[in-house]
């Protein structure tokens, strides 16, 4: 896994440190978008193993895992009883934009469909794939606010043996939001729409595979977002 990238398919578990209340733990961090999100706490305080309700944590918590320079961020966090934390989102990294106006959204089987029909020339002389897709950009309103989507590809060939190559192809979205910033939420429920609207464009159950937020001043400053999403399907077309 790269140091910013989470993947809704993958199942991550962390050993971390962490501070709440001022005071500093260590627990284990379960990353798995098809269940929900949640710290567990190494402790045997009373108050944290018996609280008698849930408790809001408003500000958000750092983990840092133990043992490398890995680090995620977690929000919306509600503290259980029986010491545990489950929260509603977790981004990579121990700091987060006020100025997210971007995201950048991948499903299951997009560049599926768009290759299909492509062929790979082969002469005596030359290997010819045409790997070029045809860009739209669009502006639409959605729930009174303004937006753009486009289509973006990342094409790549990296070297197996000198005599064997791999081309790997995949395509995504970028959503813009004119004028403002994204919150976690409105992000969480735009790409859902956004693999809703391709779902039914293509006729398939498509899925959020990777999310990525980041301000478009520093679009290499990117976060990867992941949230609960139950229904996920891999295999789609």
């Given at each position: ?16 440190n962490?501070?709440l209340?001022?005071?500093e ?28 309700e ?8 750092i ?38 106006d ?17 062929i ?8 010819k ?17 303004n ?16 005599t ?22 409105e ?13 039914l ?7 959020i595979?990777?999310?990525?937020i980041?301000?478009?001043?520093k ?19």
């Amino acid at each position: 896994m790269s140091q910013r990238e989470l993947s809704f398919f993958e199942k991550y578990k962390h050993t971390v440190n962490f501070s709440l209340d001022g005071e500093e733990y260590t627990g284990v961090l379960s990353i798995n978008a098809s269940q929900i999100l949640n710290l567990v706490i190494h402790t045997d305080k009373h108050d944290l193993l018996f609280a008698e309700e849930y408790r809001v944590i408003n500000l958000p918590i750092i983990c840092y895992e133990i043992g490398s320079r890995k680090t995620f961020t977690l929000h919306q966090s509600e503290l259980q009883r029986g010491g545990q934390i489950t929260c509603r989102y977790i981004t990579t990294g121990s700091s987060l934009s006020n100025h997210i106006d971007q995201f950048e959204v991948h499903l299951t089987g997009i560049s599926t469909w768009f290759e299909r029909l492509r062929i790979t020339e082969i002469t005596d002389t030359e290997l010819k794939r045409n790997t070029a897709i045809e860009k739209f950009l669009v502006d639409f309103t959605y729930q009174k606010n303004n937006y753009s989507i486009e289509n973006h590809r990342y094409v790549s060939s990296p070297t197996t043996t000198p005599t064997e190559h791999l081309i790997q192809i995949e395509d995504c979205f970028i959503i813009k939001k004119k004028n403002e910033n994204f919150t976690l939420r409105e992000v969480e429920k735009l790409a859902l729409e956004i693999r809703n609207l391709f779902s039914l464009l293509l006729g398939y159950s498509l899925s959020i595979e990777n999310l990525y937020i980041f301000s478009s001043s520093k679009r290499h400053d990117y976060k990867s977002l992941i949230f609960f999403k139950h229904n996920l399907r891999k295999n789609t077309i």
